[in-house]
Nanobody
Framework: QVQLVESGGGLVQAGGSLRLSCAAS????????MGWYRQGPGKQRELVAD???????NYADSVKGRFTISRDNAKNTVYLQMNSLKPEDTAVYYC??????????????WGQGTQVTVSS
């Protein structure tokens, strides 16, 4: 079984910073894309940023210049550094990874979510 375990959420004032981490563990053959999604109150889940090995990261327009995604392939871990946080960044943040568990097995996995709350 594959698990994604997130950490780093919390409460921060507007203008502050947080760093999220997500570690994948279990039967992993390879990982393609790793990313972060978020779902705010009353909103649909949306892509925040994702990153593929060897390619440039992809960001939502609303976070460009403020958030930075990175990954450590040796640790099967993806990070999201969030700076200049705004109240509208308040959401549950979910880690996502496209993982191949065997030659024939490949699917999306999700973390349990971590709450980020930005106070004004």
């Amino acid at each position: 079984q594959v698990q994604l375990v997130e950490s780093g959420g919390g409460l921060v004032q507007a203008g502050g910073s947080l760093r999220l981490s997500c570690a994948a563990s279990g039967r992993i053959f390879s990982i393609n894309v790793m990313g972060w999604y978020r779902q705010g109150p009353g909103k649909q889940r949306e892509l925040v940023a994702d990153i593929s090995s060897g390619l440039s990261p992809n960001y939502a327009d609303s976070v460009k210049g403020r958030f930075t995604i990175s990954r450590d392939n040796a640790k099967n871990t993806v990070y999201l550094q969030m700076n200049s946080l705004k109240p509208e960044d308040t959401a549950v943040y979910y880690c996502n990874a496209d993982i191949r568990t065997s030659v024939f097995g490949r699917r999306d996995y999700w973390g349990q979510g971590t709450q980020v709350t930005v106070s004004s």
